[in-house]
């Protein structure tokens, strides 16, 4: 069973910096894919970004390329997101998530098998 749990959320101004962290635990974190989701009240939860256990390829939502950055230490079992150039479409609740699988689809939910319990990132104008 693999443990999530983020931090780092808090609010900024708009053009501002914060950079999530994601601890995990209870398995071999270099055989995880590690992912990215947010979710705002009312709507779905979307993909962000993901960082590929084999070769560390990421990849981003449209809304956030370019902005947002994510990287990963195996060493200390942990997945960054450094989110730049904030914007209030920015705000929601940020979830981290994990599989071990080879092939998923990488932008849904369900491709997803652990989550974490979300940390709130909150971006005024």
């Known amino acids: 069973q693999v443990q999530l749990v983020e931090s780092g959320g808090g609010s900024v101004q708009a053009g501002g910096s914060l950079r999530l962290s994601c601890a995990a635990s209870?398995?071999?974190?270099?055989?995880?894919?590690m992912a990215w989701f947010r979710q705002t009240p009312g709507k779905e939860r979307e993909f962000v970004a993901l960082i590929i256990r084999s070769d560390s390829s990421v990849y981003y939502a449209d809304s956030v390329k370019g902005r947002f950055t994510i990287s990963k230490d195996n060493a200390k079992n942990t997945v960054y997101l450094q989110m730049n150039s904030l914007k209030p479409e920015d705000t929601a609740v940020y979830y981290c998530?994990?599989?071990?699988?080879?092939?998923?689809?990488?932008?849904?939910?369900?491709?997803?098998?652990?989550w974490g319990q979300g940390t709130q990132v909150t971006v005024s104008s």
């Open positions: 209870g398995g071999t974190f270099s055989n995880y894919n």
């Open positions: 998530a994990t599989n071990s699988r080879r092939f998923y689809l990488r932008t849904a939910t369900r491709g997803y098998d652990y």
